[in-house]
């Protein structure tokens, strides 16, 4: 049973790029969260997708963008990136929304680095 | 606003002692869930153990139990026999309609 796929695993973007990550979610599992962790803290809430829509949305600017597909899979798009963006990034998949009560499955995230 | 505070930065214990984790956290929420996930270098969040808020009942898995105080919004981890293999940063998580993470502690398992 697959857990959760994240490609690439590392990525390296110049300021005012633009980048897309993305997730595969664990077998079974219909929800997309994605954090970003950066270096020393506990990640931090960006979105949530369920059936194709956001549904959650953190702190974070509309640089910040994400898709679902039908397949459950998502895309996390950060456009003009900026060096702040340099972060680990994770996604995790759980079964169900709005509640995030049945756990979370995460993968091991895509370590960003913008120059 | 839902926040999670862990205010140990980092502890270190002896192979097979036991070490407690501190975690506090504040929700608005009625219906709520907890975690402890960990995190070692590998960077791939692992699940430890969960508690749904509704429960009085501490939840242990194994060698990991918690100590839910829902009055005093307190959720510490308590690691018995602790192993090598624990070695790792730990997050305590809030999770209700949006879930919140704690700022991580480093637990650091000596030989």
């Known amino acids: 049973d697959a857990g959760v796929t994240q490609s690439p695993t590392h990525l390296i973007k110049t300021r005012g790029q633009q980048v897309t990550l993305r997730c595969s979610p664990k077998?079974?599992?219909?929800?997309v969260s994605w954090y970003q962790q950066a270096l020393g803290q506990g990640p931090q809430f960006i979105f949530q997708?369920?059936?194709?829509?956001?549904?959650q949305r953190g702190n974070f600017p509309d640089r910040f963008s994400g898709h679902q597909f039908p397949n459950y899979s998502s895309e996390l798009n950060v456009n003009a990136l900026l060096l702040g963006d340099s972060a680990l990034y994770l996604c995790?998949?759980?079964?169900?929304?709005?509640?995030?009560?049945?756990?979370?499955?995460f993968g091991s995230g895509t370590r960003l680095t913008v120059v | 606003a839902q926040t999670v505070t862990q205010s140990q930065p980092e502890m270190s214990v002896q192979e097979a002692e036991t070490v407690t984790l501190s975690c506090t956290y504040d929700?608005?929420?009625?219906?709520?869930?907890l975690f402890w996930y960990k995190q070692p270098p590998s960077r791939q969040m692992i699940l430890v153990i969960r508690?749904?808020?509704?429960?009085?009942q501490n939840a242990t898995e194994n060698r990991f139990s918690v100590n839910f105080q829902k009055a005093a919004k307190s959720f510490s981890l308590k690691i018995s026999d602790s192993q090598l293999g624990d070695t790792a940063m730990y997050f305590c998580?809030?999770?209700?309609?949006?879930?919140?993470f704690g700022g991580g502690t480093r637990v650091l398992v000596k030989p």
């Open positions: 995790a998949s759980s079964l169900g929304q709005p509640k995030f009560n049945y756990g979370y499955t």
């Open positions: 077998s079974g599992h219909d929800t």
């Open positions: 997708y369920y059936e194709e829509e956001e549904r």
């Open positions: 929700t608005s929420e009625n219906n709520y869930y």
């Open positions: 508690q749904e808020a509704y429960k009085q």
């Open positions: 998580l809030a999770a209700g309609n949006k879930l919140t």
